[in-house]
């Protein structure tokens, strides 16, 4: 994040109670003999994709055991490199004017631009941001995460011998989508009793996204209810982001649209299809943490191949 698009999540700025700990995590260099995993982050589960096998598993959290996970993880695959995407249940998102100061005087100009949005303490939080490669409004995003949980999950990692490549958030994983087309797709992205994600992205890199609220429940929608009005609302919601998205961002239209969700996705795609002249997508996957954790490894796998 910060102001490139795809740096992820870094801890330099932390507290250094273990300051050896922190500069390994910060800098770890993924060794030879380490198995690369994408891996998925909520507060239930922990999903892993592993490129060999184009598999997925899943190891459950209970509370905030790391070390359990890392644990049973390392039993089962040794010397792992782990490339994070937290889910929402982890992390907030917040818009705020740009701060008008030098790049290293960015962070500290960001405590105090978010200090009267959050809830907690901004000493028992984490930030990092990032801004649309277009974006026209002098905004940029803040990512807010719990200092205390990512210092957990780092200290369990060092324990476990487990290396950690970078750490990222849902909307960073998606950009993942399409990533060697020149055109801009939509993704709407719907885990079970969360609210719909929409992102566009273009090229590996996220020009916008929201959250879409009323229709949490869709994955349980029936394909009647569809039918009688429940797509018809979501392309009314669908049309204002594609609007904003030519006219205020000044980007062609997306080419496509991709459904990344459970229920009666081809149903809805088809409705979809018939109120936009893009061609609408399914993007096949058993559930949607496993595309998400496929999508995490994409992201290591480009930071690998990287000129240095």
């Known amino acids: 994040m910060g102001h490139s698009w795809r740096v992820s999540i870094k801890l330099v700025d932390m507290p250094l109670m273990e300051n050896s700990l922190l500069s390994k995590f910060a800098f770890w260099q993924t060794k030879h003999d380490r198995v690369d995993l994408g891996v998925y982050l909520n507060a239930a589960e922990v999903t892993f994709f592993k490129r060999d096998s184009d598999t997925s598993f899943s190891l459950s959290l209970s509370g905030d055991d790391w070390s359990g996970v890392f644990q049973a993880l390392t039993d089962k695959i040794p010397a792992p490199n782990l490339q994070l995407v937290l889910s929402e249940d982890f992390y907030q998102l917040l818009v705020v004017d740009k701060p008008m100061v030098e ?27 990032f801004e649309s490669p277009e974006s026209t409004n002098n905004k940029v995003t803040v990512v807010v995460v719990n200092r205390a949980m990512l210092q957990a999950l780092v200290k369990a990692a060092d324990k476990h011998e487990v290396s950690i490549g970078g750490i990222s958030i849902e909307e960073m994983a998606i950009s993942n989508y399409g990533a060697e087309d020149k055109l801009a797709h939509m993704v709407l992205c719907h885990k079970p009793g969360s609210e719909l994600l929409l992102t566009v992205v273009k090229q590996g890199q996220l020009y916008m996204q929201r959250r879409i609220r009323g229709f949490s429940q869709i994955d349980r929608v029936s394909s009647q209810d569809l039918q ?52 609408v997508e399914v993007i096949a996957c058993d559930q949607v943490q496993d595309k998400l954790a496929q999508w995490a490894l994409v992201e290591l796998e480009r930071q690998t191949e990287e000129p240095a």
Do not use: T
Not at 118 to 124: A, L
Not at 231 to 244: F, G, I, V, W
């Open 228 to 279: 009688l009005g429940v797509a018809d609302n979501l392309s009314l919601e669908l049309q204002r982001s594609m609007d904003y998205f030519e006219s205020q961002l000044r980007q062609a239209p997306v080419a496509s649209i991709a459904l990344l969700m459970g229920g009666e996705r081809q149903v809805l795609a088809q409705l979809l299809s018939k109120n936009f002249d893009q061609g």
């Open 103 to 129: 790049p290293e005087e960015m962070h500290q100009a960001l405590i105090w631009s978010i200090k009267d949005m959050v809830s907690e303490p901004v000493e028992s939080l984490h930030l990092d941001y």
